[in-house]
Structure formats: structure tokens, C-alpha cells
């Protein structure tokens, strides 16, 4: 749904006319807004869609995701969850969302790769330009220091692996005795608590099912597999491989980054035990 800038701006001063006494507006927010509004105002001359706001999206998709200041990290947050749908009190990642994110950041990357003075031919040029955006997309998921939206993707990727694995070795037992014996009694007792449901698997379940319903979409958007490789070969004649920047450039990002998924991981496990205990 588009935003309109002038309706917020009349929007928050009718706030700010009843609510003066404990709401104030900052000077420099309402001059961001009455800029926001002409320079809307110009746009909307041309174009009778146009929305300032979603032009700014890509430069506010790169702040929330490059951005590791407190403020950024609970808008960050804010935006990447919502209420579960299937168990109550709890959040899940919305799947959506980080999409829309994440398309946006690539349009900011490739906003402003082609900027770049470029050399060689169109397709020598193309090519280097999509792997400047691939670049730039590694060393942000897999940075050496850390970010928030790391911290999300991690975290997340050891709850689904914990979930994921645990079903699997009881649904596994259950194959085997048929059902009647009752997978959980085949563990160990030092095991049945490693081993134990965790509150919030449906919510993880939930998330996989929403991830996976999304690779799917995407798959057919491109044609499916043979779509994919022929946009892959297009690519000025180079190779994925060669197209990826070199394990001197992402290896110790890929290693923190790991660190930081076994850390993860372990914390989630330790936490299950010790709280049945």
C-alpha cells in the first residue's frame, strides 16, 4: 500500500494540535516532511503513481541492513517479525517481509554499481556488475565483525536445523518400530531432554514451510531449473564460479560466521536441557 506523504504530514500535526502537551514533533522531522511533500508534489506531475516513499525503500532496506546502532537493530526487528498465527505469544520471522528487503537492498546495489565507470564490452560490463551486487551481498550475510541481520539469519538457521534434525531422527524411530514403542523411549534419559520438543517448533515449522513456499515461487519466476541456468550462462560468458569473489576475500567471514551458527546452535540445545532439568 502506497504512503502518502502529505496525508502523514496532516496526519501528525492534527496529533500534535490535540496531544500537545505530552507529543512534540522535532523541528528537523517536520522540515523532512515538508520536503518530502514538495518533492512528492513535483513527482506526482509526471507520474500520478508515484511515491517518494518507495523510492527511498532501497536506501532504507540497505540502513536497516548495514546499520548496527540500537535503533536500527529494533526497527530491523521490528519489521522482520510478526505475532505467529499458530501459537499464541510467540513471534516468527515473516518470510514476506525480508523478501521485499532483500530485493530492495539488491536494487540500492545495483542503483549504485551503475554509477561505476565501466570497462570492456556490455556483456564484460553486465557481468562485472552482478558480481559487484554478489560481492557485496556475501560480505554483508557473511561479515567478519557481525551485523544484526546476521544474528537474524543464524539464529534462525539453528532453530530450523535443531527442529528439522530432532523430527527427523524420531520420525525416523517411529518408521522403524512402527509407532507402537514410542520414539522417545529409545533414547537414553541423558538424551530424551536433548532430544525434547522445544515451545516455539511449530513456530520454526511454520517459518521453513513459509521459506520453502517462497524458493518455490521463485523457482517458477525464472522458469524453473533450465530458466535459471540460461540466465546463469547469459551472464557475459562467465561462470558462477568465476563470478564469486575468492576464498581469501569471504573465508574468515565464512568462518566467524559459522562460529557464530555452532554458538548459536549449542545455546539453543544447552537452553532446552537445562530448562527441563
Known amino acids: 500500500k502506497g504512503i502518502n506523504v502529505a496525508d502523514v504530514a496532516a496526519e501528525v500535526q492534527y496529533i500534535q494540535s490535540k496531544y500537545g502537551n505530552i507529543f512534540q514533533i522535532p523541528p528537523y522531522f517536520a522540515y523532512i516532511l515538508r520536503s518530502f511533500s514538495v518533492l512528492e508534489g513535483i513527482g506526482l506531475q509526471n ?6 516513499v518507495q523510492e527511498c525503500y ?3 532496506a540497505r540502513r536497516l541492513f548495514s546499520d548496527n546502532t540500537p535503533r536500527v537493530r529494533e ?19 515473516n518470510v514476506r517481509r525480508f523478501q521485499k528487503l532483500a530485493k530492495a537492498f539488491r536494487t540500492y546495489n545495483e542503483q549504485s554499481v551503475s554509477l561505476l565507470p565501466k570497462q570492456g564490452g556490455s556483456s564484460e560490463a553486465d557481468s562485472e556488475t552482478q ?32 527442529t528439522v534434525s530432532r523430527q527427523a531422527v524420531v520420525q525416523g524411530l517411529d518408521l522403524v518400530t512402527g509407532g507402537n514403542a ?15 520438543k522445544s515451545e516455539d517448533d511449530e513456530v ?10 517462497a524458493v518455490q515461487e521463485a523457482n517458477v519466476d525464472v522458469g524453473g531449473p533450465q ?7 547469459s551472464l557475459g560468458g562467465k561462470s558462477v564460479q568465476e563470478m564469486l569473489p575468492g576464498l581469501d576475500e569471504v573465508g574468515p567471514g565464512l568462518l566467524a560466521t559459522a562460529l557464530r551458527f555452532n554458538a548459536a546452535l549449542f545455546e539453543r ?8 532439568k
Open 58 to 60: 532501497p536506501y532504507i
Open 204 to 213: 520454526v515449522m511454520e517459518t521453513l514451510a513459509e521459506v520453502l513456499s
Open 131 to 162: 558480481a559487484l551486487i554478489l560481492k557485496e551481498g556475501l560480505e554483508l550475510v557473511f561479515s567478519v565483525e557481525g551485523n544484526y541481520l546476521q544474528e537474524i539469519l543464524v539464529r534462525e538457521a539453528a532453530r530450523t536445523l535443531d
Open 182 to 196: 514410542g520414539a522417545q523411549l529409545a533414547f537414553p534419559a541423558a538424551m530424551r531432554s536433548v532430544m525434547g
Open 47 to 52: 507520474d500520478p503513481k508515484y511515491a517518494i
Open 75 to 93: 526497527a530491523l526487528k521490528a519489521i522482520m517479525y510478526e505475532p505467529s498465527t499458530s501459537v499464541e505469544g510467540q513471534m516468527k520471522l
Open 227 to 233: 530458466g535459471l541456468a540460461s540466465g546463469l550462462s
Open 269 to 276: 540445545v544447552s537452553g532446552r536441557v537445562l530448562g527441563e
